[in-house]
């Protein structure tokens, strides 16, 4: 990787760039961990960065850039010379809701791309309290460790005796508490599972192999003891009041809210089976009348109506049962449910925790069983007893633990879906995209999200997986999704408001998608949101601004990919498996392939045009 190239020509894109739309930071340091000396020290961030990328995805983007090693790509040194970026969001602890949110930049160890999760937890909130907006991890520590983060320093805590400590247990040692937070990794991120994710406050942090490369460089827990509470801006007050009027009277009215209020995320199981983008018996089928037992309304009336949802998020999308216990959403209910002919939702509650627990990504965990489930029943592997069931938890647990530990029948499992089908010389059932297991969707039934997954974005498309605005025209709703969500949560807010705000308000919404769906395209703007953002920073911020900056971050990670060898709008060939693009044998009513060609075409025509705006070539030498 030539990184002093990709320098270069992003410092001529941050020339390029207007400073509009600009949110004022109460902090503009960095605090940066140098692992392999196991010292610390404050970096303070280029106002330029700060005008151009604002926060969150965008802005940690450009600082992995900054602090990315010469030989990233090299495997040999990868631990040390791939960074972890942490940002937190511009809004944090501004009193606006949904604003929580921490945006992590990474090079996966899976697809070897920029990988980047969105999260929300108190992380972000912690590091402002502590007088930082990023945390930015280099280097390799020399043995397991537990970083400690106060007001008072760094502190790294090596001890042999970590190993195999399940997220429980090392939580329960750390002493995770209202005060002090932690980014933990269970005994599959140790093993460097390449499916292994960080879990932080009882939630896996995203996807892509966070855990693998926290493993790489020994960070067994990463704690942050800190917090605060929401400041206030002198003279917004009314501006404030009058914005928080108006979004109060929205999300009240909003069904979408309501139904995640009701029964969280879980509500879109029964429209995954309507639409047909449901996971089914690994992917063979593509609904199934037995998710009525994994729906929303099912769920509701079994565990009730007990919320866990996120510090001052209106969404409430997380939900838990009357004992406590974690309900997942639909992303893991669909994996390690449906897509292993599981409709059992007290199983399914147990593979998530026992996921969670031992660290692994409860996704691409459900691929991996259907891909095992599959081969198994078609004589391809031998690899279980022959009495072993997928839908009895007494064999379904102990293997999710020896897939995490690398033991017995879970050691080949644990290399991935990808990584299996060229070990047994047949990927028939290998659903992966970049070596990634294939997201919680059956891409026959939802064309955009196929688009934006083989780009390697790996978020919902908003208006086709929440919503059902999404018609036709896949590829337009795909780059306004990205647009949208990236620049959203490059201000520091959660993509989750896209549907009240926009979607939901947007006058004879039915009757202009089938007359004029493209008018739609044009109307759909996040004016609401752009409005909250403006009287809680005093700035004035437009919707404009904030697809800009969603332009403008993807653009960072165009071109940081091609640095790292992944062409976005070129190396788009069999990305998507094939079984998507050649098979429309399925049991949903509405047989259907998915336009892989035709979609991808116009997918990079639009965005040439967002490269065309922002051209920059490097200065010559």
Aim: a negative charge; charged letters at 20%.
């Amino acid at each position: 990787m030539n990184i002093a190239l990709l320098k270069e020509k992003l410092e001529a894109l941050d020339e390029k760039l207007t400073a509009e739309g600009i949110v004022d930071r109460r902090n503009k340091k960095a605090l940066v961990l140098d692992l392999s000396d196991e010292t610390h020290y404050d970096w303070q961030i280029p106002d330029r960065y700060l005008e151009c990328y604002i926060s969150g995805p965008a802005l940690a983007a450009r600082l992995w850039a900054e602090f990315a090693g010469a030989d990233v790509e090299d495997k040999s040194s990868y631990e040390a010379n791939n960074p972890i970026v942490m940002t937190s969001s511009a809004m944090s602890n501004s009193g606006m809701p949904s604003t929580e949110v921490v945006s992590i930049a990474f090079r996966s160890p899976v697809s070897g791309t920029l990988c980047f999760n969105v999260c929300t937890n108190t992380v972000g909130m912690r590091l402002e309290a502590l007088g930082y907006c990023a945390l930015i991890i280099t280097g390799r520590l020399r043995r397991p460790t537990v970083i400690d983060i106060k007001k008072s320093g760094v502190t790294y805590n090596v001890s042999e005796l970590f190993i195999g400590y399940t997220v429980s247990q090392i939580e329960a040692l750390v002493g995770v508490s209202p005060m002090t937070t932690a980014m933990s990794i269970g005994p599959a991120g140790e093993q460097k599972v390449p499916f292994a994710t960080v879990v932080c406050e009882g939630a896996c942090t995203g996807r892509g192999g966070l855990g693998c490369l926290f493993g790489y460089k020994n960070i067994k827990s990463l704690c942050i003891t800190g917090f605060d509470t929401s400041f206030e801006r002198t003279g917004q007050e009314d501006d404030i009041k009058k914005a928080k009027e108006t979004f109060s009277t929205v999300l009240s009215s909003s069904e979408y809210c309501h139904m995640m209020q009701r029964s969280g995320s879980s509500c879109l199981v029964k429209k995954s089976g309507k639409y047909g983008w449901a996971p089914v018996l690994n992917f063979s089928k593509r609904t199934d009348p037995r998710l009525f037992h994994l729906g929303g309304d099912e769920i509701r009336r079994r565990y009730g109506e007990e919320h866990g949802g996120c510090v001052g998020c209106p969404i409430l999308c997380r939900h838990r049962t009357t004992d406590g216990i974690v309900i997942p959403g639909y992303e893991a209910i669909l994996m390690l449910g449906s897509n292993i002919s599981c409709f059992d939702m007290d199983k399914i509650i147990e593979r998530y925790a026992q996921c969670v627990n031992f660290g692994l990504d409860p996704v691409s965990t459900g691929n991996v069983l259907g891909w095992a489930s599959q081969a198994t029943s078609g004589g391809q592997i031998v690899l279980l007893e022959p009495d072993f069931s997928f839908t009895d938890n007494s064999k379904v647990l102990p293997l999710i633990e020896m897939i995490a530990r690398r033991t017995g029948p879970g050691e080949p499992l644990s290399f991935g879906t990808y990584a299996l089908g060229q070990a047994f010389k047949d990927s028939s059932y290998a659903y992966t995209i970049r070596g990634l297991e294939c997201g919680p969707y059956d891409y026959r039934g939802c064309f955009s999200q196929s688009i934006t997954d083989c780009m390697g974005l790996w978020f919902p498309n908003r208006f086709e997986i929440d919503s059902t605005v999404v018609t036709r025209d896949f590829a337009d709703w795909a780059v306004l999704n990205e647009s949208m969500v990236m620049g959203l949560e490059s201000y520091g807010v959660s993509s989750n408001l896209i549907v009240p705000t926009v979607v939901e308000t947007i006058k004879h919404l039915e009757k202009r998608l089938k007359y004029i769906p493209k008018s739609v395209i044009k109307r759909a703007k996040p004016k609401l949101l752009a409005s909250m953002i403006s009287a809680y920073s005093g700035s004035e911020i437009l919707a404009e601004h904030i697809i800009a900056l969603g332009d403008r971050c993807w653009r960072l990670i165009y071109e940081i990919n091609i640095a790292l060898g992944f062409n976005m709008l070129e190396d788009t060939a069999e990305v998507l498996p094939e079984h998507f693009y050649i098979d429309p044998e399925s049991n949903h009513k509405e047989s259907s392939i998915v336009p892989y060609r035709s979609l991808i075409e116009r997918y990079c025509f639009l965005r040439k045009n967002t490269i065309a705006l922002q051209s920059v070539e490097p200065k010559a030498n």
